[in-house]
């Protein structure tokens, strides 16, 4: 088991005003799943994903990852968490400006506790498996949205993650560059990769393989994907 | 990460550039200083190594203990005479003195054939030599008989017999001071400028011959003692008092009615060393200031910065930066801006020091060019340190950032 969620709850607390975000939920995943968490807007589905990939802690409730329980980890421990097990890939890229492809992809390992002795070689590697290995020295601001959420990618996969999270990858992309990064994401999920995808659109959660629907803070539905979508780019996947 | 650091400040060349001003001129001040401050100490003390520091001088007219002579302020005061400086020679009035050298002088024109320069006239002793030092290029020195007996020799300092004389002999040759006309006995070998006094640019002859035919007066414009011995200057100074408040009618033991000053070298070096290490301190209280305006600047360059680059310190956050990985990569950026500004205020400040060197040597002083390795290593290590106490509470600022609301920061 890769994740197991019971009774999750997040309140804020701003001025003596609580606000329940989420009010208990409860689900697990799986290692090689693709999960899509999708809901409106306020529905609490960025909380979730925060607090699975150890960047904000629950309120109350139970969170274990691979087995160990980390609602207790200090906040250090969980910045290791975060670079060891999980890769992000944000709406809007967030590549560091002035800086070179290559040396993007290779930011994780600057915080990482293993030594990388072929820290170029590898992360060559994650970016030709993102079909970016032409692409090595350019810089940041000479290449398009849809390759700089491919660099985003490759730059997710440089620690071998145990999770992907990918909170509305599409959503800054047009829809031709969209369909790149999801076939991307369902590539590495059928190599082993698990994903877990957020989004508000239906279009996009139908590529995982599960839906998890949620509503005010609570999941309202937990599916799986009959029709799945498959994401077909020609160019890209070898 | 101290790659980082450093492209990171050359996005922002000029807005780091203008950031580093303050350190540049601080660390610059802290190079001057020392190179200053050790130059002036050296050219002190060697002035007054060559002149020799066992002597005391005295001086016509009452002034305080560190303020200047009354001479200073223009007034001629007659009180002391050539017959004070002979009382003082005698071994029972002051027995330390090993010799005691009368001054007086004057300017004028010195005058050879067609040729004619305008110089100082000094009027001394035969004890020349033994008090100030200096050693005679050709020729010979004036006698005691012939200070004595009004005699009309004179000796020439290197400066003058070039400008009379250019490459030809003087030696034998009559030259005039004014409308006396003297035979040149020696002339000096070429010495510089030693203690402020330039010793080429003169005319040395006995002192009866310049007071009594050329300037008409019977008083000196200063005279010094040569002390058998350091350890016996407060005696002799205690001597020479008593010595001319006798000559001079003065009872009043208290120092306030005598109408003369007396000071040692020794104290002259003191004041002297008063008066840089002043400057120094004003020097290094200006650099202080400085770095401390510096520091302020480097603090609110960094709290822009960190503002600017939230986002950027959210997604390392979740890339696996913790708090001490987000504090150490700006520290290490304010340093980099300090330590850049203290490299290139090392490079003005000994640029500076190496000018102030050589216009010091232009005008005659023997003022050594001191390359300081302390003060190398003191002004990177100040630099580090602005870096790191101005650095370390924008650091710890964006070390404290929530990951979520900076990858949020619009």
Known sequence: MLIKVEGLKKDYVNEEVVTKVLHGLSFSIEEGEFVSIMGPSGSGKSTLMHILGFLDRASHGKYEFEGRDVTSLSDDELAAFRNEKIGFVFQSFNLLPRTSVLENVKLPLLYSSKPHHNATKRAQEVLEQVGLGHRLGFFTNQISGGEKQRVAIARALINNPSIIFADEPTGNLDSKSGTQVMAILQALNDAGHTVILVTHETFTSEHAKRIIMMKDGLIVEDKKVTHRRIAKDTELIK | ?410
């Open chain 2, 1 to 410: 990460m101290i790659k980082g650091a450093f492209s990171a400040l050359n996005a922002s060349r000029r807005r780091s550039i203008l950031t580093m001003l303050g350190i540049i001129i601080g660390v610059a001040a802290v190079i001057i200083i020392m190179a200053i401050g050790s130059g002036a100490q050296a050219l002190i003390l060697s002035q007054f190594e060559t002149f020799g520091s066992n002597l005391i001088g005295v001086l016509p007219g009452k002034s305080e203990q560190n303020g200047p002579p009354a001479a200073v302020f223009g007034v001629t005061i007659t009180t002391l005479t050539l017959d004070d400086a002979i009382a003082l020679g005698q071994k029972n009035n002051v027995p330390h003195a090993i010799a005691v050298e009368p001054v007086s002088q004057g300017a004028g024109t010195a005058t050879w054939r067609s040729e004619s320069y305008d110089t100082t006239f000094f009027g001394t002793s035969a004890d020349y030599i033994e008090v100030e030092g200096g050693e005679l290029e050709s020729g010979r020195f004036f006698s005691a008989d012939e200070v004595d007996s009004t005699a009309r020799v004179v000796v020439l300092g290197s400066t003058v017999k070039t400008e009379l004389f250019g490459q030809s002999d003087a030696v034998g040759q009559n030259i005039r001071l004014k409308n006396t006309v003297l035979t040149v006995i020696g002339v000096m070998k070429e010495r510089g400028t030693v203690a402020f006094q330039n010793y080429d640019d003169q005319v040395i002859l006995p002192i009866t011959t310049l007071q009594k035919l050329i300037l008409g007066v019977n008083h000196l414009g200063f005279l010094r003692v040569k002390v058998d011995d350091g350890a016996n200057i407060e005696q002799t100074m205690i001597d020479v008092t008593e010595t001319l408040r006798e000559r001079h009618g003065i009872k009043d033991s208290s120092g306030l009615s005598d109408d003369f000053t007396i000071q040692s070298s020794r104290d002259a070096i003191e004041t002297l060393t008063t008066v840089t290490s002043g400057l120094s301190f004003f020097l290094a209280a200006m650099a202080a200031l400085s770095l401390l305006v510096g520091g302020i600047g480097i603090m609110n360059i960094m709290l822009i910065r960190v503002v600017e680059r939230t986002r950027e310190i959210g997604l390392r956050q979740a890339l696996g930066a913790r708090r001490f990985d987000i504090m150490s990569q700006f520290l290490t950026e304010a340093t980099a801006i300090t330590l850049s500004g203290g490299i290139i205020g090392i490079v003005i400040g000994e640029l500076m020091s190496v000018l102030i060197t050589l216009v010091a040597q232009q005008m005659g002083y023997d003022w050594p060019f001191s390359f300081s390795l302390v003060a190398i290593i003191v002004a990177v290590s100040v630099s580090v340190a602005v870096g790191l106490i101005f650095g370390l509470y924008p650091a710890a600022k964006a070390s404290k950032l929530d990951p979520i609301e900076a990858l949020r920061y619009e």
